[in-house]
């Protein structure tokens, strides 16, 4: 039984978000507000389990000191009121510490001198080619370095630097876009893939039906 | 007239024709080949030199939606690794990750593997980067597994005490691997990354300098990796109509720029 | 207890916090470890409870709808429905809740990521002009890039795929560089700024 | 006691914390604002509220799935910091701003700043919170095509959301201005947006739109960080490319 209902009502939800791509329609809602609901549901459950793990399981077998981060958090709900509205700033102020600690202390061995460490290679193990291509990349890394210097104006042979800079990231950043194109497209195939099997296909003749009703109505209007 | 009509319509002409490409291989299925990837094979010549008993840690950090181009892919790894009976410690940093390594771990044939003495699964590390330093400095943190157990008592726990035990360590990420890369890096040999095809330009780096020994680009490489293992996956029916739609994407870059131009020009004129 | 308002204790908190887990990075000193270890989670917990103020902002938003009877509230009302569902599954049933995820939210999950893939075209259409050199090297780029990845044109020409893995491991894997460092940079600039109380955001 | 392998990162970490510290300390001191290059998408802030009031549709912001954990922090953050200039900047003009919020721990941050932007006209509605990445995309498609805004902000740790968050504001037409240092999302920023911030710039975004003496000091000590790092990369090409050990200078 479920081996028929279950991919009719699948198929029924992927076009139903899919029907905005024709336009915007009260079944696109539903299936943007159940994402939300079903996004949400499960937030909260596995936060909650998180919290069973990380803090009320640990707190039972005698770590009390674990009250603390707790009252820490509960003090974030004081945003509510005007008058203790301060008081959840402490705690907003330990999680951003925490966090740009973490960013701050990798900024440089990882971000800066491993980068860097990356333009150290021997010439003497090159060929031809690869050493141009050595040459060009570590051109395009330094000037896409200097692409950001905000205190000088980019003119001269510092503006033709920037430049190398600025077309080396577009052909980065171009060469993104491609490779997201084809990652992004699998998922449509995958759907297609499945909507094309026996119970579901059936769904596409009503959804194709919609649309004609849609078109010709609108039209009389 | 029509014109106009098309050219109100454009957006919805597109989605028509995008759909179309994608339905018609799932219809009538053409069989386009593929080239191999040579970053594939070295991730299958690293995973079949694994010998019986080698200690695999995996982990899975993506959501649901990416299912299709890490979930496949991460099957076939899977299977392969139970193939050559490794013993495998599943953890992941996302929250998703647990339910997606319970799902794959139903679909595919785990060759007699017994839970607990072959494979673990030992569910969510909270506070992303904190959380793999965390488990880095300390591999046994976990007291019970993702369903409860706990984990004192299973052979596996004991066969590791730090995280230089592991051979060989497995992540699938969708958003960027530098915190992996710190974190892990240095630590285990052989790092293999089973990416989403969108983020592998921006970790050529990491394979040109050794730190990533090599990566699986979505599904593509899940498919290139379906036809090393000689099975017809889940992938490769994917790739014709992959073929057809990403080709519209340089068609209709072409088409746009013709229109623009002659546009422009007839403008000038 | 006028003290407890004043603007340097949020601002101190954020400091040590900082320091912590920025000099457990550098020094080999276990107790610093040791101490950023739980420090973390302890900022974990905190940022877990957070979770309650998004669903209080995400109830109220709803819940005005539903309360005012705006056009289409009975929406809003199947959000609240399918969010108990399953919640309440994950305890009373969890064969149920796991059907549910697994089997109805996946799969809906990817209908809507699709969209990343409709509007890539539509993207492209609008997009991909060549209005400048910037945006004529950009769409260099993403052409051979898709080439690449759409296995037929490696087949018919597999000199696409040669200037695709070009652009790919020189000019990109430079420019990647850069930003990196750039980025970098910028972490360090931000973190000081409120560390000397410039970037009030957080400290108040 | 610093640990091996770290001690030229440390030495430059405190050098450069030393720099930002003494530029932004002399620049406050002197009162004299130093000459910043123009970063035309921050330009357009201003404008893009300038239409959303003309028009009388709303703006929307986001500062995408990043959140205040880890590496991306610093860009929520930049991102935030835009936040606080445009939600005044909104209530001055009495324009009407939604937050995209996707990360619970920014919520309480949010609610913060939109009081006291707004004071007494803040309505809790004005920040929604989306608990997932997929039901963000799916929120917004919806949204932007029921309420077609003005102005479309996209600027902080951009994740996948981005090419929806950019389409579907182009789609209903607004003024879009976008921003990340994530290297897979700034194409989309860049190429969809009508003004976008790669990277570094809207890290120094902040800097830029408040004028700040502070901040703009941090600018100056940016620049001249950056020319050490410049000088750092051409020593190592040249060392290593001869066959010196690089590693040598900076893992001690």
């Known amino acids: 039984m479920s081996e028929v209902i279950t991919p009719l009502i699948v198929g029924t939800l992927t076009l139903m978000a899919w029907s905005l791509l024709y336009r915007e329609n009260v079944f696109y809602r539903i299936a943007e507000v159940l994402m939300v609901g079903f996004g949400m549901g499960y937030t909260l459950y596995i936060s909650l389990s998180t919290l069973n793990r990380v803090w009320f399981q640990p707190l039972l077998s005698g770590k009390w000191w674990l009250i603390i981060p707790a009252i820490l958090g509960l003090l974030l709900y004081t945003i509510y009121s005007r008058r203790y509205m301060f008081l959840s700033r402490w705690a907003m102020a330990a999680i951003a510490g925490a966090g740009s600690g973490y960013a701050v202390s990798r900024a440089i061995p990882v971000m800066i001198i491993g980068q860097i460490e990356g333009l150290a290679v021997k010439f003497s193990e090159l060929s031809a080619l690869d050493l141009a291509n050595h040459i060009i990349a570590t051109i395009a890394c330094i000037g896409t370095v200097a692409y950001f210097t905000f205190t000088k104006e980019h003119k001269g042979w510092f503006g033709g630097l920037t430049r190398i800079g600025r077309w080396s990231m577009m052909l980065a950043f171009g060469s993104t876009f491609g490779a997201t194109l084809y990652a992004n497209q699998i998922f449509t195939i995958e759907r297609a893939a499945f909507l094309a099997k026996y119970p579901q296909n059936l769904l596409l003749i009503i959804a194709v039906l919609f649309i004609v009703y849609d078109l010709f109505i609108r039209k009389k209007r | 007239m029509a014109l106009e009509i098309l050219s109100k319509y454009d957006r919805q002409i597109i989605f028509l024709v995008v759909l179309i490409l994608t339905f018609m291989p799932a219809f009538y299925p053409i069989g386009l080949p593929l080239p191999q990837y040579f970053l594939t094979n070295k991730v299958y010549d690293a995973i079949n030199s694994l010998k019986p008993g080698d200690l695999v840690l995996i982990s899975f950090d993506f959501a649901p939606g990416v299912w299709v181009e890490l979930g496949i892919a991460m099957k076939d790894i899977m299977q392969h690794l139970f193939i050559k009976r490794a013993r495998i410690v599943i953890i992941a940093f996302d929250p998703n990750g647990p339910a997606l390594a319970h799902r794959v771990l139903n679909e595919i044939d785990l060759k007699g593997a017994v839970y607990g003495k072959d494979y673990v699964v030992l569910g969510y590390i909270p506070g992303f980067e904190a959380g793999m330093a965390a488990f880095v400095s300390n591999p046994k943190m976990f007291t019970v597994d993702y369903y409860g157990n706990p984990t004192a008592d299973m052979p596996i726990m004991n066969a590791f005490n730090t995280i230089g035990d592991f051979k060989m360590y497995i992540f699938a990420c969708y958003t960027w691997v530098d915190p992996w890369m710190r974190q892990f890096s240095g630590k285990i040999d052989i790092i293999i990354g089973v990416l989403s095809a969108d983020i592998v330009p921006q970790v050529m780096p990491y394979i040109n300098t050794g730190q990533l020994y090599s990566l699986i680009r979505g599904s593509r490489g899940a498919a290139e990796y379906e036809q090393l293992l000689g099975i017809k996956g889940e992938a490769t029916a994917f790739m014709d109509a992959a073929s057809l739609t990403v080709s519209l994407g340089v068609i209709l870059t072409i088409v746009a720029n013709y229109g623009y131009l002659k546009k422009k020009l007839g403008g000038r004129r | ?204 | 006691m610093i640990k091996s392998g770290l001690h030229f990162s440390f030495v430059l970490l405190v050098i450069a914390i030393a720099l930002y510290i003494f530029f932004i300390k002399y620049t406050v001191k002197r009162g004299v604002p130093p000459k910043i290059r123009r970063i035309p998408g921050l330009d357009a802030i201003d404008e893009a509220i300038g239409r959303a009031v003309e028009t009388g549709r709303p703006i929307f912001y986001s500062t995408g799935v990043g959140g205040l954990s880890g590496d991306v922090m610093p860009q929520t953050l930049a991102g935030l910091s835009l936040l606080n200039y445009v939600a005044r900047k909104a209530a001055e003009y009495k324009a009407s701003l939604t937050y995209l919020a996707a990360v619970p721990a920014i919520v309480p941050i949010a609610e913060d700043m939109f009081k006291s932007a707004f004071r007494e006209n803040y309505k809790p509605e004005q920040i929604l919170y989306i608990p997932t990445q997929t039901a963000l995309m799916a929120t917004v498609m919806g949204l932007y095509e029921r309420e077609k805004p003005a102005a479309n902000f996209l600027l902080g740790a951009l994740y996948w959301e981005t090419i929806i968050l950019a389409e579907a504001g182009a789609r209903a037409g607004a003024i879009q201005v976008g921003g990340t240092g994530r290297l897979y999302q700034v194409p989309y920023v860049v190429s969809l947006c009508d003004y976008g911030l790669i990277a570094e710039e809207l890290l120094v975004a902040g800097a830029y739109v408040s004028k700040e003496l502070s901040q703009l000091g941090s600018v100056i000590a940016s620049d001249i960080i950056r020319a050490i790092v410049i000088g750092l990369s051409i020593l190592a090409f040249v060392l290593g490319g001869l066959g010196f050990d690089i590693s040598k200078i900076f893992r001690i």
């Not at chain 3, 998004?54 to 399918?82: D, E, P, T």
């Not at chain 3, 945006?135 to 780029?141: E, P, Y």
């Open chain 3, 1 to 204: 207890m006028s003290w407890v308002r004043r603007r340097e204790i949020p601002l101190i908190i954020f400091a040590v916090t900082f320091l912590i887990s920025l000099l457990q990075y550098y020094l080999a000193v276990p107790f610093l470890s040791e101490v950023n270890t739980e420090m973390t989670n302890w900022v974990l917990i905190m940022s877990t409870f957070a979770l309650g103020t998004g669903l209080i902002a995400l109830c109220i938003y709803h819940g005005k709808i539903i309360m005012q009877k705006k056009s289409g509230y009975f929406v809003s009302i199947i959000l609240f429905i399918s969010m108990l569902m399953l919640f309440i599954s994950y305890y009373a049933a969890p064969s149920f809740a796991d059907y549910l995820y697994n089997e109805i939210y996946t799969p809906l999950s990817i209908a809507i990521i699709c969209f990343t893939a409709f509007y890539n075209y539509t993207a492209i259409y609008r997009a991909f002009r060549v209005r400048n050199i910037d945006a004529a090297v950009f769409a260099f780029a993403a052409v051979f890039l898709m080439m690449l990845y759409a296995p037929i044109f490696e087949v018919i020409l597999p000199q696409t795929a040669t200037v695709a893995n070009w652009i790919l491991d020189v000019p990109n894997m430079g420019a990647s560089r850069g930003v990196i460092i750039g980025v970098a940079l910028g972490t360090i600039a931000i973190a000081v700024r409120v560390l000397l109380g410039y970037e009030r955001a957080y400290t108040g």
